[in-house]
């Protein structure tokens, strides 16, 4: 009977760690975003100062997490998931955040 080596490889790809990078970026400033809707509900006007700060520093986060997404699509010899996922994940995130100061800028 053969045995089948199952341990082949046939690529030196490997996953891109500016994309999990830029990924976790865009994790983490989800988690902000959801925790300043939350707070804005809960407190209204009250917490104006404290989720400006938060909201300006997690859009700051958001635009190195494109930075990261766009340098993570020009890499070679990496498997493409992540990145890809990364850049639509962080196209949206800033999009989201500018609409959101946006929305701000425009009713206060």
Same mark, same amino acid.
């Given at each position: 009977?053969?045995?089948?080596?199952?341990?082949?490889?046939?690529?030196?790809?490997? /996953?891109?760690?500016?994309?999990?990078? @830029?990924?976790?970026? @865009?994790?983490?400033?989800?988690?902000?975003?959801?925790?300043?809707? @939350?707070?804005?509900?809960?407190?209204?006007?009250?917490? $104006?100062?404290?989720? $400006? *700060?938060? *909201?300006?520093?997690?859009?700051?986060?958001? #635009?190195?997490?494109?930075?990261?997404?766009?340098?993570?699509?020009?890499?070679?010899?990496?498997?493409?998931?992540?990145?890809?996922?990364?850049?639509?994940?962080?196209?949206?995130?800033?999009? #989201?955040?500018?609409?959101? /100061?946006?929305? $701000? #800028? /425009?009713?206060?």
């Amino acid at each position: 009977m053969k045995r089948k080596n199952r341990d082949v490889k046939f690529t030196n790809k490997g /996953y891109s760690r500016v994309g999990i990078t @830029s990924l976790l970026l @865009s994790v983490f400033s989800l988690i902000w975003l959801i925790y300043a809707v @939350s707070q804005t509900f809960q407190k209204g006007d009250a917490a $104006g100062n404290v989720l $400006g *700060g938060v *909201g300006m520093l997690a859009l700051v986060l958001q #635009i190195f997490a494109m930075v990261f997404a766009v340098r993570a699509l020009r890499e070679e010899d990496v498997f493409r998931g992540i990145p890809k996922a990364a850049a639509v994940f962080a196209a949206v995130l800033l999009f #989201i955040w500018v609409a959101v /100061y946006g929305l $701000g #800028i /425009y009713f206060v």
